[in-house]
């Protein structure tokens, strides 16, 4: 039988003393990776979300699932995913665990052309692996992503090289970011889709002068003509043209991710607009429908009437939803009456949370931000599906 650490003998003594520094050095040693990364949890995988059997909404292991989640990107400093994940990415850790306390169970990321693509064929593989980082992180919080591409916010940022390419050459373009993402996302349940582009619009009659489509908002251009000239295509043969080009890049490499397109609903302006990207002649090739809604104050009936246009037997999803139009109440009635309707709803959030926005005394913009964050999270557990 051993002898205890306490015996009298001075070697034995000095032996156990020994031990002990050896045995705290290695418990230090392990310990602060520990500290470095404790605000990323472990890994867990997800099951992936599908269509279920009716085909008009959404299952995650068996069970209905309803999405509730955000748009991420820090709007307050005008700073894109891109322009922050690499040189701030305990930032994005920190945001990714305040999303999760919100009760989310989605993100929507936003990701531009220029950040991935060098050249007409070349692609950026450090944003690649920033990419899959995000997709742990996201994974770990158990939040499922929304990853939506071809975006050109940020004017300054677009390529000179991809605006000067004429329609063809910028749709190959397009169709090789996506087949880039797709292969680095393949596989993993935590994506949830792919929305083609934020907002695209198609051209007029005659040829445009560009691609982005009208003022910058807070800075950023939102809305993308996906041509400039419609040639001798109708408008659905052009619209078409595009989905089929991009969900077969994604397709050749990744057969289960599902595939979106986020619209502005027409219908919400012209109530006899019919929708473009989801009628049977283009929308196909996409698994369900993305609108973006900002009801109007007192208008909530005919924003729900305008909702409605959208249920077209595939699953439906308001992608961008805030109070910006309206007050509390007209939202709440908007969420309340689109609940029948709708299989997902994503607000914003920006970097910071209700107590950063308590912070900012007599700031009006800062009191609504707080507000709506705390009626998103108490609202969480009643709208959001069964996947926790």
């Not at 068996?62 to 955000?70: D, S």
């Not at 509390?328 to 209700?354: P, Q, R």
């Amino acid at each position: 039988m051993a002898e205890p650490c306490h015996t009298m003998a001075n070697v034995r003594h000095k032996r156990c003393l020994l031990e002990r520094l050896r045995a705290l050095a290695l418990s230090l040693l392990f310990f602060v990776p520990v500290i470095a990364f404790a605000e990323e949890p472990a890994s867990t995988n997800l099951p992936p979300i599908l269509i279920d059997a009716a085909g008009t909404g959404f299952v995650a292991d068996g069970k209905p699932f309803r999405l509730w989640g955000v748009n991420y990107d820090h709007a307050g400093d005008g700073r894109l995913l891109e322009e922050y994940w690499s040189e701030s990415w305990d930032e994005v850790v920190a945001d990714f665990g305040e999303i999760r306390e919100l009760g989310a169970n989605v993100v929507r990321i936003h990701l531009q052309v220029g950040a991935f693509m060098r050249s007409s064929n070349e692609t950026n593989p450090e944003a690649l692996a920033r990419l899959r980082k995000v997709l742990d992180l996201a994974e770990a919080n158990r939040l499922y992503l929304d990853i939506t591409g071809l975006a050109c916010y940020h004017k300054d940022k677009v390529p000179a090289w991809y605006d000067a390419l004429d329609d063809a050459a910028r749709w190959d373009v397009q169709a090789a970011f996506w087949k880039a993402i797709a292969e680095t996302c393949r596989d993993r349940s935590v994506v949830f889709c792919f929305d083609l582009m934020n907002e695209p619009v198609l051209p007029g009659k005659e040829k445009a002068d560009g691609y982005l489509v009208g003022e910058p908002l807070g800075g950023k251009y939102f809305v993308q003509r996906i041509a400039l000239e419609l040639g001798e295509r109708s408008r659905k043969e052009l619209a078409k043209a595009w989905v089929d080009k991009l969900t077969g890049a994604i397709r050749a490499v990744d057969k289960d991710r599902l595939i979106t397109v986020g619209v502005i609903p027409w219908a919400h302006t012209w109530p006899t607009a019919k929708p473009l990207f989801y009628s049977p002649e283009v929308g196909a090739n996409l698994d369900f429908v993305s609108v973006h809604f900002y009801p109007q104050k007192g208008k909530v009936e005919k924003a729900l009437a305008a909702l409605k246009v959208y249920e077209l037997g595939k699953p439906l999803v308001i992608e961008e939803m805030f109070p910006l139009k309206c007050g509390f109440d007209d939202m709440d009635k908007f969420l309340v009456g689109s609940e029948e309707h709708v299989d997902g709803w994503m607000s914003f959030y920006w970097g910071e949370t209700e107590a950063d926005y308590a912070k900012k005394k007599d700031d009006m913009t800062a009191a609504i931000m707080g507000k709506w964050l705390k009626e998103f999270r108490e609202r969480s557990g009643r709208m959001k599906g069964a996947v926790e």
